[in-house]
């Protein structure tokens, strides 16, 4: 199911990290059988806890998938004092040493957590997902999973305790699977720029639409669309509506589907 959609439904980029190109696949990461007629795939909500009486309480997520950083989002963040959750790929780490020693250097704002090793749908069967070739299997699920902490870790970052998979969507038994490997899923509620792909005042509206509790995901990948001016001016009237920004590691948050319980 797809949230806050502020945008015709024929845009195909329209889900989350599904605009990017994903990374070649080796065989034996997916099942080369035809896909079958039908995989029950969910895609997650997640809030954190409310704030109730006072500021609302908003957690914004960045997808940083593959390619290069968007400074324009990353440099706001930073000297607005706004902390954030960032989902980072194995890909993403090896070409952006600059932006993830920025993100280092200020372990007060940023949260840095899983993304996957190459960007693949954790879909533990072989099916499609936007088109996508998904991991296929609990084996190339683990691998996608494990090896997108791994290279975290032998970047200097600790441990992650969170994992997104690319497009946001997967099987349930793949849910149950990670969550077996000791990581929370993330979902989300708001999808700030839908892969990237949408115009900057669409994304600024939807980044205006966020309520209490809601956990908002965009993508921090893609400096030259102008989803990324949205993202920045989205940030910029949210605070200034005295919207308390959160990272997923600083309130308890509440997933559907057995993603975080």
């Not at 990017?20 to 909500?45: C, F, G, M």
């Not at 999808?191 to 949408?198: I, K, R, T």
């Not at 959160?246 to 975080?260: C, N, S, Y």
Request: proline share 8%; aromatic share 6%.
């Amino acid at each position: 199911m797809m949230r806050i959609f502020l945008v015709p439904a024929i845009l195909i980029a329209a889900m989350p990290g599904a605009f990017a190109q994903t990374a070649p696949v080796a065989p034996t990461a997916i099942a080369r059988a035809s896909p079958p007629a039908h995989v029950r795939l969910v895609e997650p909500h997640l809030h954190v806890t409310r704030a109730g009486k006072g500021a609302p309480r908003v957690a914004l997520t960045f997808d940083a998938c593959m390619g290069k950083t968007d400074t324009r989002i990353l440099n706001t963040l930073v000297e607005q004092q706004v902390p954030a959750t960032i989902f980072v790929t194995a890909r993403w780490l090896r070409t952006n040493p600059e932006a993830l020693a920025v993100m280092l250097a200020h372990p007060d704002l940023f949260e840095l957590e899983d993304h996957g090793l190459n960007h693949i749908p954790a879909v533990d069967k072989p099916t499609l997902v936007y088109g996508i070739p998904a991991a296929g299997s609990p084996a190339a699920v683990e691998q996608e999973v494990k090896g997108g902490a791994d290279a975290m870790v032998a970047h200097g970052i600790p441990q992650p305790q969170w994992f997104r998979g690319a497009t946001a969507k997967y099987s349930p038994s793949a849910i149950a699977q990670i969550r077996g490997m000791g990581y929370r899923v993330a979902g989300y509620s708001v999808n700030g720029d839908s892969g990237a792909s949408l115009p900057a005042k669409i994304v600024e509206k939807n980044y205006l639409s966020a309520k209490d509790g809601d956990v908002l995901i965009s993508h921090i990948n893609q400096p030259t669309h102008s989803s990324g001016e949205g993202v920045a001016k989205g940030i910029l009237e949210l605070k200034a509506k005295g919207v308390q920004f959160v990272r997923l590691q600083d309130f308890a948050e509440r997933g559907d589907d057995d993603t975080t319980e």
